[in-house]
C-alpha cells in the first residue's frame, strides 16, 4: 500500500503571478518542481530551503543559482509571494518593507 502525501494548501500572490508569468517556459517548469516539493513538505537539499534574514518572517527557497521563490507558509498553506534573483532577496528580509 502506498503512503498518502498531505499536501499544504496554495495561496499566489498578485507579485507571484506577474513574476511567473515574466519567466520562461524552462524557468517556469523549475519552479513547478520547487512549488510542488514545498506543498507536499519535502524540499530537497539543493533548494536551501531558509529564513530570509533578519526578520525571518519569509523564506527562500533556490529554484537556480540566480533565483529564488519568496515564500511562508502559515495556518497550513503556502503563501507564494514572489520569484526573485537572488541579489534581490534582502527586499524581503523586513516584513514591513513588503506586502505577501
Sequence with gaps: MSRRIAFLAAEFSAQWDKSYDDLPANKQEE??????????????????????????????????????????????????VDIVPHDLIDKYGRKSKVRG
Excluded at 35 to 54: D, E
Design 31 to 80: 519552479t513547478d518542481e520547487v512549488v510542488m516539493a514545498l506543498l507536499k513538505s519535502q524540499p530537497t537539499h539543493g533548494m536551501r530551503v531558509k529564513p530570509i534574514q533578519p526578520d525571518k518572517h519569509y523564506h527562500e527557497a533556490r529554484i537556480s543559482s540566480g533565483d529564488r521563490v519568496v515564500y511562508r507558509v502559515q495556518e497550513g498553506a503556502c503563501r507564494f
